[in-house]
């Protein structure tokens, strides 16, 4: 599963975990009679179907501001969850969720690439990852002013995760995204932060490895693992899942960590003044490729008299190398409390209260 000679500690039990589910999965898959997919991952055909709609019609959406394609997929009372960035708070309806997603895909004109999705058949959900090139204001677009913008040099990527009900309808919608050049003038105080992390995301679009069978069941253990670590802000559960190449480029704030050491000392770092009380995740993993996706979310409260109530979430894409380890990650978060403080213009409201 992992390279030879690599073994889990006792104290690890979300391999085993994420191990057993994918074999639960698979029963249930032949039980129900579904189909069963590469290297064992269950197919439930109906679902998958469904799921595979969903991503379909939101790229149109992201593509081409195709708002019918947003109104086949959407719940009347689908909601938009606050990003603490772009957006501060919850947003509930579909007029009024299209109507704010709209506000972007209206105001620039852009090169759009799909770059990779993958859909969540347990917990039925599809994530979505995408690139806008070239990214140019439309003439009276938005509001705010970037010099950056006039030549088409910024880019934005995004991840997405759409939670679909048993009527194929999206009840919520998660994201976090790089911000362009106007969104971070108008929210940070140093509208350059971040700017001189360079990455390619096309580097990333489609399989960057030959998919394999035998490598789904380690890359669902490693996506189950890298979750919990995030969720628990337990660092010592990187040991036997991150090539010794690891690196984790993190758009929003445009910082770029190399080495697990160094992002062992980066997790350390963020929970030391952070105590959690609980926490979830979500993931999925592209049979027909080597990357997992997942969303994590990890609740508690800042350590002393910081605020409690906290609740803070993340979408990562990861990409596996041919020995199933995790080799680059590209992750997206919420600003701790601390940070936005630290970093942005105006603190949200829900700064130190849960989301």
């Known amino acids: 599963m992992f390279k030879r000679g690599h073994s889990f500690p006792s104290k690890v039990s979300a391999s085993a975990t994420a191990s057993r589910r994918c074999r639960q999965m698979h029963v249930k898959a032949e039980q129900k009679g579904k189909g069963v997919g590469r290297g064992g991952y269950p197919i439930d055909e ?23 394609a947003f109104d086949a997929v959407a719940s009347p009372d689908i909601t938009l969850h606050g990003d603490l960035l772009i957006l501060d708070n919850d ?5 009024k969720v299209k109507q704010t997603l709209g506000t972007y895909t209206k105001a620039y004109d852009y090169k759009h690439e799909n770059i990779a999705h ?7 959900s599809v994530f979505h990852f995408w690139l806008h090139q070239d990214l140019k204001k439309k003439e009276g677009g938005g509001n705010g002013k970037a ?6 040099t910024a880019t934005k990527a995004a991840l997405w995760r759409y939670v679909v009900g048993d009527n194929g309808k999206v009840t919520d919608i998660y994201f976090l995204t790089q911000l362009t050049p106007d969104e971070k003038l108008s929210m940070f105080t140093d509208p350059k932060l971040g700017s001189a992390l360079k990455f390619d995301v096309m580097d990333f679009k489609g399989p960057t490895i030959e998919p394999e069978d035998n490598r789904m069941s380690s890359m669902l253990d490693s996506a189950k693992i890298f979750s919990e670590i995030w969720e628990t802000g337990n660092s010592s559960l990187a040991d036997n899942i991150l090539s010794k190449n690891f690196k984790e480029i993190a758009p929003i704030f445009g910082t770029k960590t190399e080495g697990p050491g160094k992002f062992k000392s980066t997790i350390d770092g963020l929970f030391s003044s952070y105590d959690r009380t609980g926490g979830m995740s979500a993931f999925a993993v592209d049979p027909d490729s080597n990357k997992a996706f997942i969303h994590w979310e ?12 906290i609740s803070l979430y993340g979408l990562n894409m990861l990409i596996f190398d041919s020995y199933g380890l995790v080799e680059t990650v590209v992750g997206f978060r919420q600003p701790l409390p601390n940070e936005r403080v630290k970093y942005m213009k105006k603190v949200p409201e829900k700064a130190g209260a849960a989301v």
């Open 298 to 309: 990890s609740k508690g409260k800042m350590s002393g008299d910081g605020p409690d109530g």
């Open 118 to 124: 993958g859909a969540d058949i347990d917990g039925s």
């Open 91 to 95: 947003l509930s309806g579909a007029d």
């Open 46 to 68: 109906e679902k998958s179907k469904q799921l595979k709609l969903v991503a379909d019609k939101m790229d149109a959406f992201f593509a081409h501001s195709d708002e019918a």
């Open 147 to 152: 010099e950056e913008l006039i030549d088409g």
